[in-house]
């Protein structure tokens, strides 16, 4: 299975698994945000794809650079698999290629938010290392 950046043509399918994630994804939006992802060096949005050419995961990244110490935080912003292609180790294979990108480009630390109501994704964090720790706090 190969990952590979995303790019803008693969708006309509980045709006599809965007949904599937249970947020409303309207295509002129979602767009700004696309090319926000593509263009930044700070940002990284990674696909798979069928070899019939259809999008099955995505995940994006975001570099954080900290104030108290040299070096970022790599923040995940967004991760889903097809409902259909889910446990074939296209997760597994999209959050390793994201690890390697905030490593290369100095993150010491990961992190991602998930929300109480993603058990499912919780026991995959907890597979991979990830550990829960800390509060959120939103206003």
């Not at 696309?34 to 099955?56: C, F, I, K, N, R």
């Not at 446990?87 to 994201?98: D, K, N, P, R």
């Not at 720790?133 to 939103?138: F, H, N, P």
Request: glycine share 10%; proline share 2%.
């Amino acid at each position: 299975m190969q990952v590979r950046m995303a790019s803008k043509n693969d708006l309509v399918q980045v709006c599809e698994l965007i949904r599937e994630l249970g947020y409303e994804a309207v295509e002129s939006d979602l767009a700004m945000q696309l090319d926000t992802y593509v263009d930044m060096q700070t940002s990284a949005l990674m696909v798979t794809e069928t070899p019939a050419g259809d999008l099955s995961g995505l995940i994006s990244g975001h570099l954080i650079p900290l104030m108290h110490q040299p070096g970022n935080v790599g923040r995940i912003t967004a991760f889903v698999v097809r409902e259909d292609h889910r446990s074939t180790g296209i997760g597994t294979v999209l959050l390793e290629a994201l690890e390697l990108w905030f490593r290369d480009r100095g993150c010491f630390r990961f992190e991602v938010t998930s929300g109480d109501h993603r058990a499912r994704a919780h026991k995959f964090y907890d597979s991979k290392g990830y550990i829960s720790g800390g509060y959120r706090y939103i206003k």
